[in-house]
């Protein structure tokens, strides 16, 4: 859904010197000799035009206009400028600028002490603290925009932020009051015949429908805004329309009807640099060719996704909104503290102030969204081998009956066998060539092995899957002075388990790379909420899961914590082997969530620690000359008798002994064993 954010009117006075002059005109004009104040008027005027047609545009002009009005000393043209600016690199997705840009136009109209700018400038910043995630504080500034343009009476201004409202409470899941808050900004607009308004309320209606289940509605709306956005014009909010109406119909399984909208709003999101909506659709477009088996184009949408939301969310980036929003609050007090008058109301400002420096320190959480629609494709592509041999041999059963009964039409019957078992084995390279796609996505999401071992003194992965994919994965992070790293054991092997991998890897991304959480046992209730959430727990469904071992280094404590569910640590330090059990419970599964209390166990790091983890693959293998299985004891003692070699000598002999003990028997699960040396 789209904001709405204030455009501060800028060319009142650049229309009355310009006219309707195109921007291809003033920018030659830009060439002439004129005077300071006729520059800055044009500056205003193209960065008015291209703020949502061409923000690349809007940016060059708007930071010469910007650097001309900061010389005049002209500080409306200057707040005027800062605003528009935030705009465009808002049209970009570059949240960190917008929010920059924003603060300092909130800073300059305190200072002019103009309510009803004030007002825009507070309903702005709240855009942004919603887009990446503090829904509290941008709660707090719609608020107070909104307070401030009921007492002056500024309608289009109250439907302006009762639009924001509503997607703000779309966002905390409280779709009625949404609802009321998008009539009835939709009725002030429609009482004004506000086309920008209007677009946006019916199109704010529309995503409401098809989130909350009528979708035939939410393309009613949504066709009804593509409809009301002018034509003619490059705009940023008619390729979110084209996309939202995309998705509309995917969810009615309109796969024609979605593709073709997911192609225009990629085109008219690319014409604007609109991130958020190429990404959106190219992941849209992945997701219906993957459903109509054409495999190849769904991996290139995928990869483009992929591409696209690292670019917009990265490690960097919650640090430095954060350093905005403390550099703000800091300038914000400072200025009330000049304010005071006398020496005890100075002195309880600045313990105020170095109190809440503590909290600017916090890293701002990013929510981002998982992979859509991960349990469809993982039972779409499970059973649709399974239809496909179930219709095969029930027709070779047929033709087996017509054979014992009619002798004459042996030959025949053998040649239509022969036709129905080369259908089998072309269902069966269409099996394959799914399950090969599947180990290419659970491969693009495996961390690089070179990145984990250059965070530690040693370390080694030895990872056998029992089928192509695998229901076992490790995954690792770096958060400043702490380094992550986790081996998860999914439910099952092959595809059910590779898909858990996905869905398990994107969590655990989210929830410390975005959301910030940094405690291993917290990071485990959260997983374990999100994988009940994702799989749609109910009464008698299945028990899928997965074990799990997180552990986190901390270097400025040289403490190892960890917290485990199901899956323990093997510890030698001191010359002595420590067993380290997790917790007795899976994430995910059907036992009741206030069963399952993860605890976090910390260990002081001591010279030459060495930390093992291990999937229950290893220790379940049958094999021997008895055909029993390998057990955690041999385990245990093979390491002991390996412990001071180096880390590549002793992954080679983990290797040998449990292909050694296997020998022709079949493999029992995914095989997973990590080692680290600190």
Not at 402 to 417: L, P
Request: proline fraction near 1%; charge should be neutral.
């Amino acid at each position: 859904m789209v904001h709405r954010i204030f455009i501060l009117l800028l060319f009142v006075s650049s229309h009355i010197l310009y006219g309707e002059q195109s921007t291809d005109s003033l920018r030659n004009l830009l060439e002439t000799n004129l005077h300071d104040s006729s520059k800055l008027q044009i500056y205003k005027e193209l960065l008015y035009s291209f703020s949502t047609s061409d923000p690349s545009q809007a940016i060059l002009y708007g930071t010469k206009g910007l650097e001309l009005a900061q010389k005049k000393t002209d500080k409306l043209a200057e707040t005027q400028f800062l605003n528009n600016l935030g705009i465009a690199y808002y049209g970009l997705g570059d949240y960190e600028k917008t929010l920059n840009y924003f603060l300092q136009v909130l800073k300059m109209e305190k200072d002019r002490q103009s309510p009803q700018a004030l007002s825009r400038a507070m309903n702005n910043v709240g855009i942004i603290f919603e887009e990446i995630g503090r829904l509290d504080r941008a709660a707090e500034y719609y608020q107070q925009s909104l307070k401030i343009k009921e007492e002056f009476s500024d309608s289009l201004g109250i439907s302006n932020t009762m639009s924001n409202l509503g997607l703000l409470f779309m966002k905390r899941e409280l779709p009625e009051k949404a609802i009321k808050y998008f009539r009835a900004s939709y009725k002030i607009d429609k009482d004004f015949e506000y086309t920008v308004g209007i677009y946006n309320s019916l199109h704010n209606i529309g995503v409401y429908h098809k989130d909350y289940g009528d979708v035939d509605s939410a393309v009613y709306y949504i066709e009804r805004a593509l409809l009301a956005v002018p034509t003619g014009q490059k705009n940023y909010d008619k390729a979110y329309i084209e996309k939202s109406l995309a998705e509309s119909y995917l969810k009615k399984e309109e796969f024609a009807q979605a593709e073709k909208y997911f192609k225009r709003a990629i085109s008219s999101g690319a014409e604007v640099k609109a991130i958020e909506v190429l990404k959106s659709s190219y992941n849209g477009l992945s997701t219906i060719y993957e459903l109509k088996q054409q495999y190849k184009q769904s991996l290139l949408a995928y990869k483009k996704y992929k591409k696209l939301n690292d670019s917009i969310f990265n490690q960097d980036f919650t640090a430095k909104v954060s350093q905005l929003e403390k550099n703000f609050e800091i300038d914000s007090k400072e200025k009330e503290i000049q304010l005071l008058k006398t020496k005890a109301e100075i002195t309880g400002l600045q313990l105020i102030r170095r109190e809440n420096s503590n909290y600017f320190l916090i890293v701002l959480g990013i929510l981002l969204a998982v992979l859509a629609l991960i349990s469809y494709n993982r039972y779409n592509i499970k059973n649709r081998a399974h239809r496909l041999l179930k219709l095969k041999n029930d027709e070779i059963n047929l033709q087996k009956a017509e054979i014992q009964e009619n002798r004459d039409e042996i030959e025949a019957q053998r040649d239509s066998i022969i036709a129905q078992k080369l259908a089998l084995e072309e269902a069966t390279a269409d099996t394959t060539n799914s399950i090969k796609y599947a180990q290419n996505i659970q491969r693009a999401i495996l961390p690089d092995l070179k990145s984990v071992k250059s965070a530690f003194n040693e370390f080694f992965m030895l990872y056998l899957p029992k089928s192509i994919v695998s229901g076992d994965f490790y995954w690792f992070a770096q958060r400043k002075h702490k380094t992550y790293f986790a081996l998860a054991d999914c439910t099952g092997h092959g595809i059910p388990g590779a898909f858990m991998t996905v869905m398990a890897n994107d969590l655990l991304n989210s929830i410390v790379n975005q959301q910030g959480i940094e405690d291993c046992a917290e990071i485990l209730k959260i997983l374990d909420r999100s994988v009940l959430n994702s799989l749609q727990y109910k009464e008698n469904s299945s028990n899928d899961g997965l074990d799990i071992a997180l552990l986190c280094f901390d270097q400025q404590r040289q403490e190892v914590n960890f917290a485990g569910a199901s899956m323990d640590l093997i510890v030698f330090q001191d010359d002595n082997w420590e067993l380290i059990k997790g917790q007795r419970f899976s994430i995910g599964g059907m036992v009741d969530s206030f069963d399952k209390k993860a605890r976090n166990i910390t260990l002081k790091v001591k010279q030459d620690m060495q930390i093992y983890i291990y999937s229950d693959g290893f220790v379940d293998q049958f094999g021997g000359a008895e055909n029993k299985k390998f057990m955690r004891k041999k385990l245990m003692a093979l390491l002991d008798e390996i412990k001071l070699r180096p880390f590549t000598e002793q992954r080679a002999q983990l290797r040998k002994s449990i292909l050694d003990w296997k020998g022709e028997h079949e493999q029992t699960d995914d095989i997973s064993i990590a080692g680290i040396r600190i």
